[in-house]
C-alpha cells in the first residue's frame, strides 16, 4: 500500500524558514511526480510546487515562487520544501501527493496523498 508521510511542521515568526519532508513507501518512487499543497481554513486545498520524477522540472505556485524550493532524493524516497521568508498567509496545512502523470498543478489529478503537518506563521 502506497504511503506517505509528511514531517517538519511547527510554529515560525514571519521571515523564518522551514523545511518539510514527505517520506514515501509502497511505490517506485522515481517514477512519480511528487507535488505539495496546502489548505488554509475555509480554503481549497492549493498547489505549492511540484517535481517530475527525475528532479530535473519543477513547478511552483506564483505565490511562492522565489521563497519556497522543492527537491527530491529518489535514494531515500523522500521529497521535500525548503520554505523561507514565511508569511502569515503561509499558514495551512501542508500535503504532499504523488501520481504517475506528468506535472500537474491540480489536487484531482493526484492518487496518493500524506495526512499533512501543520505549518503556523506568526505575525
Known amino acids: 500500500q502506497v504511503h506517505l508521510a509528511e514531517s517538519g511542521g511547527g510554529l515560525v515568526q514571519a521571515g523564518g524558514s522551514l523545511r518539510l519532508s514527505c517520506a514515501a513507501s509502497?511505490?517506485?518512487?522515481?517514477?512519480?511526480?511528487m507535488a505539495w499543497f496546502r489548505q488554509a481554513p475555509g480554503k481549497e486545498r492549493a498547489f505549492v510546487a511540484c517535481?517530475?520524477?527525475?528532479?530535473?522540472?519543477?513547478l511552483y505556485a506564483d505565490s511562492v515562487k522565489g521563497r519556497f524550493t522543492i527537491s527530491r532524493e529518489n535514494a531515500k524516497n523522500t521529497v521535500y520544501v525548503q520554505m523561507n521568508s514565511l508569511k502569515p498567509e503561509d499558514t495551512a496545512v501542508y500535503y504532499c501527493a504523488a501520481d504517475l502523470a506528468y506535472l500537474r498543478s491540480t489536487s484531482y489529478a493526484y492518487h496518493y496523498w500524506g495526512q499533512g503537518t501543520q505549518v503556523t506563521v506568526s505575525s
Open positions: 517535481i517530475s520524477g527525475s528532479g530535473g522540472t519543477t
Open positions: 509502497g511505490l517506485t518512487f522515481s517514477r512519480y511526480t
